[in-house]
T-cell receptor
Framework: DSGVTQTPKHLITATGQRVTLRCSPR?????VYWYQQSLDQGLQFLIQ???????AKGNILERFSAQQFPDLHSELNLSSLELGDSALYFC?????????????FGSGTRLTVV | GENVEQHPSTLSVQEGDSAVIKCTYS??????FPWYKQELGKGPQLIID?????GEKKDQRIAVTLNKTAKHFSLHITETQPEDSAVYFC?????????FGDGTTLTVKP
């Protein structure tokens, strides 16, 4: 157990629907990062939050949004889902805002859009 | 933005042999270079890292080298074992985020 908790582990939903992925960071970590892992694209950075504030943004679609709550857990919301959104979504946490230390990854949420 | 290229995409070695994975990066501001190992069904796990003020770092059978001038860094695994079989990712970090390479699938044959 890495200390980063992601729920649910698996999610199957239909095109056009909206889902919410949840992440609880490792105890004491203030930064949360979201990554998308598709079969042919490796790990794509989506967004970073630090202590409740958005710190960095990657190739996150406008249909996707995220937030970090006062208790530091984070949610990634995916709406108007398309078949191409099927992927593994990883949350990672670290103790700092700068990416100067390694991340601790959760075990991911596998999203299947049918 | 940062671009990280990783080679090879697949690597097969005999148990006991060495394995080398190479990455190049584009952003000269990147100053932290972690390597992650991802086993089937799990999230990536940090195995070793190196900072831009260091040229080489070793941890038992794993070593990483960094050439800042050429903007490339490499992972070396010696005396490979079947349990080293996994996907390995390099990353280059700056401005608050890590950019990952596309991964190398390492297979160690007994």
């Amino acid at each position: 157990d890495s200390g980063v908790t992601q729920t649910p582990k698996h999610l199957i939903t239909a095109t056009g629907q909206r889902v919410t992925l949840r992440c609880s960071p490792r105890s004491g970590d203030l930064s949360v990062y979201w990554y998308q892992q598709s079969l042919d694209q490796g790990l794509q950075f989506l967004i970073q939050y630090y202590n409740g504030e958005e710190r960095a943004k990657g190739n996150i679609l406008e249909r996707f949004s995220a937030q970090q709550f006062p208790d530091l857990h984070s949610e990634l919301n995916l709406s108007s889902l398309e078949l191409g959104d099927s992927a593994l979504y990883f949350c990672a946490s670290s103790g700092t805002a700068a990416a100067a230390y390694g991340y601790t990854f959760g075990s991911g949420t596998r999203l299947t859009v049918v | 933005g940062e671009n990280v290229e990783q080679h090879p995409s697949t690597l097969s070695v005999q148990e006991g042999d060495s394995a080398v994975i190479k990455c190049t990066y584009s952003d000269s501001a990147s100053n932290y270079f972690p390597w992650y190992k991802q086993e089937l069904g799990k999230g990536p796990q940090l195995i070793i890292d190196i900072r831009s003020n260091v040229g080489e770092k070793k941890d038992q059978r794993i070593a990483v080298t960094l050439n800042k001038t050429a903007k490339h860094f490499s992972l070396h695994i010696t005396e490979t074992q079947p349990e080293d079989s996994a996907v390995y990712f390099c990353a280059a970090s700056s401005a608050g985020k890590s950019t990952f390479g596309d991964g190398t699938t390492l297979t160690v044959k007994p």
